[in-house]
């Protein structure tokens, strides 16, 4: 039996187990920075496979699985574990039994998937050499956990990371393996202004913030239309701008709070100084000040070539080359395994889990309606697995 057949048998044989430990961390989910319940179940699995499981600060987790073989290589399998603040509209079996929160990502997915993948390569080390790092990762719905693994020194053994994450507007059975950008990077922002308050009468006699932030909101579209080369994809998207504490009084202070999201590390600096300066100067026309605080959520995913030509061929191995989709648009959206990317090379591959018979498996993620086809399970769990052991066959003396 070849290493694909009997990794293909394996998840079959497993996947009543995963799918039923999917729908207990469907129906547990925990917000970002407040896994602790997940953790522990986490840990109560992989324990039960013989792994001593590791702690990284505040709750990701990881545990190493030693092959049999020679070799000193070692890849990082990444799974986030988050859920959100989306009170679940359906009410399926399995639905949340937390009010207000919701995995409404697939994460609950991620999860089970990968501790599937960790059952299957536990029974097989005599198929590869090196270490298999499984990382349980927190906080990516708030741009937090990666940046933690990272810094934690997690990665510093592995010369490969590789994630999964589910895909509801592709069909259950094929995956997405992209090369180069996939998803945008994420930063915040709050512009505060100041001015000075006064009588709407006598508007000479005072600076007003929020004609100052209502010419930042439009002038800004501009850095998008103006400064920056059309075929370079980048967002400012701005969702609130407070100010001002009556009808009839100029307003001393105003605060605009948006999002840049870009493709390329360079646009994304480029559009971010540009911003400040924007703020800063506009406000100065008109007699008031401006200052720019931002919050590095994360940078743009972007696929390592060689990364996602090996996973590519794993995928086709598994599934066939007519299930394997390489060339799907990049999206704004964010996901922090792109910090994990930059540290070590690696891809993210995205796993289809629509099914047009299921409706609520095609809407979008962060809905409350979302769900999956858990026959998306066996796809996750068999490309993880066999991911990893294709990687440490081929590098496992690197």
């Known amino acids: 039996m070849s290493t694909v057949e009997t990794i293909l048998q394996a998840v079959e044989e497993d996947h009543a187990y995963v799918v039923g430990l999917r729908r207990h961390f469907h129906q547990h989910p925990e917000l970002s920075r407040h896994e602790d319940a997940t953790n522990e179940r986490i840990i109560e699995e992989l324990s039960s496979l013989g792994l001593e499981v590791h702690r990284i600060p505040e709750h990701s987790l990881y545990a190493d699985i030693k092959g049999e073989l020679p070799g000193e290589a070692a890849i990082v399998l990444r799974a986030d574990i988050d859920a959100l603040p989306v009170q679940e509209a359906d009410d399926r079996p399995y639905a949340s039994q937390v009010p207000g929160v919701m995995h409404a990502c697939g994460h609950d997915a991620h999860i089970a998937g990968l501790i599937g993948a960790a059952r299957i390569l536990v029974r097989n080390r005599n198929l590869f050499g090196g270490t298999v790092r ?3 990762q927190e906080g990516e719905e708030v741009g937090y956990g990666g940046h933690k693994v990272v810094e934690s020194g997690a990665l510093d053994i592995a010369s490969r990371t590789f994630g999964i994450h589910m895909a509801s507007n592709v069909p259950v059975g094929s995956v997405v393996i992209t090369p180069g950008p996939n998803n945008a990077s994420v930063d915040y922002f709050n512009i505060a202004i100041s001015g000075k308050g006064a009588h709407v009468s006598t508007p000479e006699a005072g600076i007003d913030a929020l004609y100052i932030a209502s010419q930042i909101v439009v ?19 701005i969702g609130k701008l407070t100010a001002g504490t009556a009808y009839n009084v100029v307003a001393e202070s105003a605060v605009i709070e948006g999002t840049i999201r870009a ?41 390592d070539e060689t990364s996602s030509h ?21 999206s704004l959206q964010g996901d922090d395994m792109a910090e994990l990317i930059n540290r070590v090379p690696g891809a993210y591959a995205f796993v289809g889990s629509a099914n047009a018979e299921r409706p609520n498996t095609q809407v979008s993620h962060h809905n409350k309606s979302f769900d999956i086809d858990e026959d998306a399970l066996t796809v996750s769990t068999a490309l993880y697995a066999q991911y990893a052991i294709d990687y440490l066959q081929t590098y496992a003396g690197a």
């Open 310 to 330: 090996e996973a590519q061929r794993t995928a086709a191995a598994l599934f066939g080359e007519e299930k394997v989709i390489t060339n799907r648009p990049a």
């Open 134 to 136: 499984l990382v349980f």
């Open 219 to 237: 002038a800004a579209q501009a850095l998008v239309t103006r400064r920056v080369n059309p075929t370079n994809s980048v967002l400012i998207g």
């Open 263 to 303: 493709l390329t590390p360079e646009t994304r600096e480029q559009v971010k100084r540009e911003l400040e300066e924007l703020a800063c100067s506009t406000a100065r026309i008109y007699g008031g000040t401006a200052s720019i605080r931002f919050e590095d959520y994360t940078s743009p995913l972007i696929n």
